[in-house]
Nanobody, 123 residues
């Protein structure tokens, strides 16, 4: 199970940190990812990491602004979001997958998904 938190209303240029706590499996043994679904648009990966391949991926739209990380002791993944823009508005979902031999950005259907947390960027 994955449980997200941290979504909120933020001003343009502001920062948020999203958290995703895992239970029932060790995140450190899984591919992890964060996905964004803007209103009326398809869900897209914004950041992910595959320990098995050493692959870390960021979508072009968030490079230099977002950072994915994990805390093994807390079995939690994070998405640090800086320099927020209005286009970052939407639901954010964390996900985990067992296929660590694959690069994280080519996996379309992760095994586990969080329930989503809403981020709204507006002045």
């Amino acid at each position: 199970q994955l449980v997200e938190s941290g979504g909120d209303l933020a001003q343009p240029g502001g920062s948020l940190i999203l958290s995703c706590a895992a239970s029932g499996f060790p995140l450190e043994d899984f591919v992890i990812g964060w996905f964004h679904q803007a209103p009326k648009k398809a869900r897209e990966v914004v950041a992910c990491f595959s320990k098995g391949t050493g692959n870390t991926y960021y979508a072009d739209s968030v490079k230099g602004r977002f950072t994915i990380s994990t805390d093994s002791a807390k079995n939690t993944m994070y998405l640090q979001m800086n320099g927020l823009k209005s286009e970052d508005t939407g639901a954010y979902y964390c996900a985990a997958d067992h296929r660590t031999v694959l690069d994280c950005n080519i996996i379309l259907f992760y095994d586990y998904w969080g329930q989503g947390t809403q981020v709204t960027v507006s002045s």
